[in-house]
């Protein structure tokens, strides 16, 4: 049987109860991995001590929604991706949209800034903890996003591999910034989107092996 036909005949046979009890799967592994995430930042790092200030609470939800935008947008296209033939029914483009809007908002708030100022503004003091945090954190929620693609029938596992780390790195910024006390933009934009995209590489080259049949 050619590789089109099992595509198919799974499709055929893959009905809404499916689909439905796939996508309970997929919320409830996500809701496990965010839970399993958060745990470990504030144990290994700490919760950040300045929520008391207005300024540290707006960063903190600003860092908040970029990341939970991604994990939103992608969810949806891993739960697609993890039936058969599913990549035919999603474009990637527009899950550039969150990235881009960041990037935009970054570059208009150094535009405003002096330049004496730009260099905090992109590493601050805690740009290389961020770049190994996050990855680092995103294994759990990476894991458990594999385990339940798996229980599905994805037939493009680099794009399946891929939004899974997608996933796993938006759930893990989110963990991540409860501990984080580096607020601007450009350091939002550089080091969480940059380690998100990271992470959605790492998805890419695992999700072959990880989730061969």
């Known amino acids: 049987m050619k590789t089109e036909e099992l595509v198919a005949l799974l499709s055929t046979n893959s009905g809404p109860v499916v689909r439905g009890s796939f996508a309970r799967i997929l919320g409830a592994a996500l809701a496990a991995g965010l839970v399993l995430a958060v745990c470990l930042s504030l144990v290994g790092l700490g919760f950040r001590p300045d929520l008391t200030t207005t300024r540290a609470l707006i960063f903190l939800l600003l860092k908040l929604l970029f990341a939970a935008v991604i994990v939103g947008m992608a969810s949806v296209y891993l739960a697609r991706l993890a039936r058969p033939g599913g990549e035919r029914r999603i474009s990637s483009i527009s899950m550039v949209a969150p990235f881009v809007a960041m990037i935009l908002l970054a570059a208009i708030s150094l535009g405003l800034a002096p330049r004496s100022h730009w260099d905090t503004m992109v590493a601050g003091g805690e740009w290389l903890e961020c770049l190994v945090s996050i990855p680092v954190i995103a294994i759990v929620p990476f894991a458990i996003a594999i385990w339940a693609v798996r229980r599905a029938a994805p037939t493009n596992l680099v794009r399946t591999g891929a939004f899974a780390g997608l996933v796993a790195g938006g759930v893990s910024a989110m963990a991540y910034a409860l501990h984080c006390t580096a607020d601007s933009l450009p350091f ?26």
Not at 188 to 211: D, F, Q, S
Request: charged share 10%.
């Open 188 to 213: 939002v934009a550089i080091w969480y989107g940059g380690t998100i995209v990271l992470c959605t590489l790492a998805g890419a080259v695992l999700g072959p092996r990880l989730l061969r049949w």
